[in-house]
């Protein structure tokens, strides 16, 4: 199948078409993912920010309150040794009623106790979170708990300072809750006003799940929390296995499962914001923030690690209306390249196809039709140089039929006097005979040939000669009809050749009328001058079947007239 250049112009502008709306579209997207993608960074680096100050303030809302449970007279009461008996009695039930108030008001409090610096570390007044409620632990159940680092570490601090301890996971034993839990102390001294040592300490535990649960909560859906100490130990993880590894003896570090943390556990960086790659269905591709956040307080922790992630495909689907958009708006700028591409290309082959339409006409000789000559560009300056060469082919045809009628017309006649020549005769005569053969016709051939005619050359000269013969061949025609053949055969022989069935009489009286016609007196330049001439009549039938026999036998006649004397009319032979 061939294609023409309108269908190929289609389908390439087409095709450019369709490749840069597609290529627009591309960018276009490409584009509106890397801003998402971009704002999704800048967002999960202000959570986690966020985050962090939420954490702080938490941290700082924790000292307050045991800031006023160190504070309170009833803990000094219950701590001194001199009051034992009712009065301290009295003093740790009035602590424990705080600590149980206090606990209620923050659930993520799930123990609350007064440690006594003296017999050990004797737990003197101790309320835990149990699964039932609230639970004072009294009496035999009361621990020492000096053998502990916070116990002695807390002691230590000045009046209002705060303890903070290492995240770990709580084992204890008994009815209180956040067992197995990750949890994290928080302790403050108590001592009297002037005093150089403490007579002990309010530690709270914290239930660090729960509290970063609450946190988690005013977070976006889908936004993964993660905290790591300053090893890069994992204790939250959306994937609870994975945390406090080093419990079990196995530990798992941040910076082994996303590598980009490491800068940031190292403290070499303060934040990180980063993607990190799938494995699976279960770990799908993320967008990550972490920062790293020194620890202000007294604490064996230097820095915390805090991290937000966000699944990438939760980033992108934000993307995915954009791009369905984009994809109809693509799918219509196709559609349109495509009917551009058609109308565009048939506007310009058509006038194409009109000059190529017009060649074609003109080839086949028709006429060419209209041509696109009004436009002002390449077509319309092909289409005139195409008109320009018609003109000039058509000139040029003419010119050259005119010159081949005049090259026949030569070749048929004598140039000199513009008659027929002997070839032009000879067709005639031969077509004659065929004539009268078949209509049972007669012909009759009368052969001229001037008398003294050399003379009147020798004596003239050849231009009189020439003028003569011209003003013979005037008069013969003159004479005859116009559907009668006067010829020259050459020098001064001329033929008249009669086709229709004449008699003897009336030939004769054609050849005297003739005869006298030629012996007028002929004027040339003031001279008179006269020639005279001889006939010799061949006929069909009566002479010959052929045109060579007709001719030859006018041809003896004429000689025969000029023997006899010049002058004369003669049949052939015999047929006087
Ligand atoms: N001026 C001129 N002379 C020609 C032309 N063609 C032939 N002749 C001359 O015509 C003459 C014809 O010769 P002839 O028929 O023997 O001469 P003629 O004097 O007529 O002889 P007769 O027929 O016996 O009387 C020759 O002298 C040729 O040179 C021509 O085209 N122009």
New binding site residues.
């Given amino acids: 199948m061939k294609y023409g250049i309108a269908f190929k112009l289609g389908v390439l502008l087409a095709v450019v078409g369709v490749v840069a709306a597609g290529m627009s579209g591309f960018y276009a997207y490409q584009a509106s993912r890397d801003i998402l993608l971009k704002s999704a960074r800048q967002e999960l680096l202000t959570s986690t920010r966020v985050l962090a100050r939420r954490i702080t303030l938490s941290r700082e809302e924790i000292s307050r309150n045991l800031q006023v449970l160190a504070t309170h007279p009833a803990a000094l009461q219950a701590l001194r040794a001199a009051d034992a008996g009712p009065a301290a009695d009295q003093a740790a039930d009035q602590m424990a009623t705080l600590f149980a108030q206090l606990m209620r008001a923050n659930p993520s409090y799930f123990q609350l106790r007064l440690i006594a610096a003296s017999d050990y570390g004797l737990e003197r007044v101790r309320v835990d979170s149990a699964q039932s409620g609230l639970l004072r632990v009294s009496g035999d159940a009361l621990q020492e708990k000096g053998h502990f680092e916070y116990v002695a570490d807390t002691l230590k601090l000045d009046t209002g300072e705060t303890y903070l301890s290492r995240v770990s996971i709580n084992h204890e034993l008994g009815p209180n809750a956040g067992q197995e839990q990750p949890t994290l102390q928080l302790a403050m001294p108590v001592r009297a006003e002037g005093a150089d040592k403490a007579l002990g300490l309010i530690v709270v535990n914290i239930d660090l799940k729960g509290m970063f649960a609450l946190l988690q909560a005013d977070l976006p859906t889908g936004y993964q929390v993660f905290l790591v100490n300053g090893e890069g130990d994992i204790l939250i993880h959306p994937d609870a296995s994975k945390t406090f590894g080093f419990d079990r003896g196995q530990r798992a570090l941040i910076q082994d499962e996303m590598p980009q943390t490491a800068e940031v556990v190292s403290g070499k960086v303060n934040a990180a914001v980063f993607e990190t790659a799938g494995k699976d269905a279960d770990y799908p591709p993320r967008v990550a923030a972490f920062i790293g956040q020194p620890i202000k307080v007294r604490s064996n922790e230097s820095r915390m690690v805090l991290g937000v992630a966000q699944p990438l495909a939760d980033v992108l689907s934000r993307s995915q209306p954009l791009a369905q958009q984009l994809l109809q708006i693509v799918s219509l700028l196709c559609l349109l390249c495509l009917f551009l591409a058609v109308g565009l290309a048939r506007a310009i082959t058509r006038p194409i196809n009109a000059v190529s339409a017009a060649a074609q006409r003109f080839a086949e000789g028709q006429p060419s039709g209209p041509l696109p000559l009004a436009r002002k560009d390449e077509i319309g300056s092909l289409a005139r140089s195409f008109a320009r060469m018609q003109a000039q082919i058509t000139e040029q045809l003419a010119d050259l039929l005119h010159k081949q009628e005049a090259l026949e017309h030569l070749a048929q006649h004598d140039m ?1 006097t513009g008659l027929p020549n002997r070839r032009l005769l000879e067709e005639r005569l031969d077509a004659a005979i065929a004539n009268a053969r078949r209509h049972g016709g007669g012909i009759s051939v009368l052969f001229i ?7 009147l ?2 004596r003239y000269g ?5 003028a ?2 011209k003003i013979i061949a005037g008069r013969l025609q003159g004479m005859m009809r116009e559907v009668d053949t006067v010829a020259r055969l ?3 022989e001329f033929v008249v050749l009669l086709d229709t069935q004449t008699g003897e009489e009336h030939v004769l009286g054609i050849a005297d009328k003739l005869l006298n016609g030629l012996t007028a007196p002929i004027s040339y330049q003031g001279q008179e001058l006269s020639l005279g001439a ?1 006939i010799g009549i061949g006929r069909y039938p009566q002479d010959g079947q052929t045109r060579i026999e007709i001719m030859a036998k006018a041809d003896k006649a004429m000689y025969e007239a ?1 023997v006899v004397g ?1 002058g004369g009319v003669r049949f052939y032979s015999g047929a006087q």
Wanted: charged share 40%; proline share 0%.
């Fill in positions: 000199l040939d001037l008398d003294r005619f050399k003379q050359n020798d050849h231009d009189a000669g020439d003569v013969l050459g020098g001064d001889s000029k010049q």
